[in-house]
Nanobody
Framework: VQLVESGGGLVQPGGSLRLSCAAS????????MRWYRQAPGKERELVSS????????NYKDSMKGRFTISRDNGKNMVYLQMNSLKPEDTAVYYC?????????WGQGTQVTVSS
């Protein structure tokens, strides 16, 4: 199983970023996917999740209306569109899959929101 995130970077408050996660080594279309984040000195927290078919999504309250999770099962990709970014969104963002009861993580991508 391999999860590779990309798309992070430095953005000003109010800006946007689109994170991508390339998945391989498992049957992607049969697995729900999640995005987590971890800010310095804080615990890793769930940002958003999407079902295997993409027909249902969930978000942490503070992300509702600003973040959108999506997936492309033909490309084995999951995305996180982040709009109206705030300094408190600064964190390392991780792609996650639970397969056979095991948690798999990518290496993470840094998002820094600062003027």
């Amino acid at each position: 199983v391999q999860l590779v995130e990309s798309g992070g970077g430095l953005v000003q408050p109010g800006g946007s970023l689109r994170l991508s996660c390339a998945a391989s080594g498992f049957t992607f279309s049969r697995n729900g996917m999640r995005w987590y984040r971890q800010a310095p000195g804080k615990e890793r927290e769930l940002v958003s999740s999407i079902t295997s078919t993409g027909d249902s999504t969930n978000y942490k309250d503070s992300m509702k209306g600003r973040f959108t999770i999506s997936r492309d099962n033909g490309k084995n990709m999951v995305y996180l569109q982040m709009n109206s970014l705030k300094p408190e969104d600064t964190a390392v963002y991780y792609c996650n899959a639970i397969i056979g009861g095991f948690n798999y993580w990518g290496q993470g991508t840094q998002v820094t929101v600062s003027s």
